[in-house]
């Protein structure tokens, strides 16, 4: 028997069966032996791009849950309003610690009361201000807490820019959406966009080390 001659009855067995029984029973062995190595690679395969596409594609998209800043921050507008630049509001305190996000004394001077027509500013004035409430912010690079960063060491010894571990926050005009991790609570920021961890930009993933 040639091998042309097998593959055409493994097409159509029953055609095969039709023909002869003796013969059509010994295809069927000899598709349980080699046979069978066909269909069992292509579910292999089918199976492996769909766990591929599952886990690189869709599941990060499940992953993270979306939420918006409490309110909408414009970097842009405020960084020229203010004299120092960002130190104005990120700076480092006399003990060499790093102030982080400006608490709400240090929007008071200027929100005493609504000064625009800005909605975000009017939601700002009469739910934090009036109030007197911190704003919850999200913070996108928050690291676990086993983690130890310090600004001062990598701004102030390596001279680096804010932009290199941030992106470009300091010159944006709203805030993006804060993506949290459903299963560890973390910030889509640590991680990256990429499961495998490409990058495109030094700021895509803020993992430490
Ligand atoms: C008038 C005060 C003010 C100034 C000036 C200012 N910021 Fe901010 N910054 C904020 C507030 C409020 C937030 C929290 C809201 C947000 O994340 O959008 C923030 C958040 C950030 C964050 C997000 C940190 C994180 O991981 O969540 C970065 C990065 C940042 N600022 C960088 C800068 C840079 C760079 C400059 C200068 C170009 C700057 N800021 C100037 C008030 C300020
Ligand atoms: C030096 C003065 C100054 C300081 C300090 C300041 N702001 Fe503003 N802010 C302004 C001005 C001016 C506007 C534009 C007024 C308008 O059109 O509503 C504004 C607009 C806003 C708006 C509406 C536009 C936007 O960003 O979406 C929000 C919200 C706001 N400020 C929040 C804050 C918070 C929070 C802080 C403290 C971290 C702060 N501001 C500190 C001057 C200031
Ligand atoms: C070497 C990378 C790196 C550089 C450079 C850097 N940051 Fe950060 N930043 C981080 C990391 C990591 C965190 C999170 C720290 C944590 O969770 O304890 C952070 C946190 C912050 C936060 C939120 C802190 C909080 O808890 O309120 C602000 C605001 C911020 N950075 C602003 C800045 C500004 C402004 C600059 C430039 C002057 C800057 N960063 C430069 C890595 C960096």
Redesign the pocket.
Known sequence: MSTSDDNAKQISPEAAGDDDAASSSEIEKKEQGNGSFGPVTLFFILGFAVSLILGWVISPELLYSQKKQPIDYNHLLHVAEVDDG??S??FFRADGT?????KLEMCIDCHEEVQGEDPEEIKFVEEYVVKEREVP?L??????DS???S?A???KG?K???????GP??ESETSRVYEENRITGYSRDIWGKNIAGFKKNSWDR?K?G
């Open positions: 960002c130190e509001c990120h790093f102030s982080g996000i400006p912010w913070i996108y690079s928050r690291q676990p983690v130890f960063f600004h060491a990598h701004i390596a680096m820019d804010c932009v290199t571990c941030h926050i300091g803020m430490n």
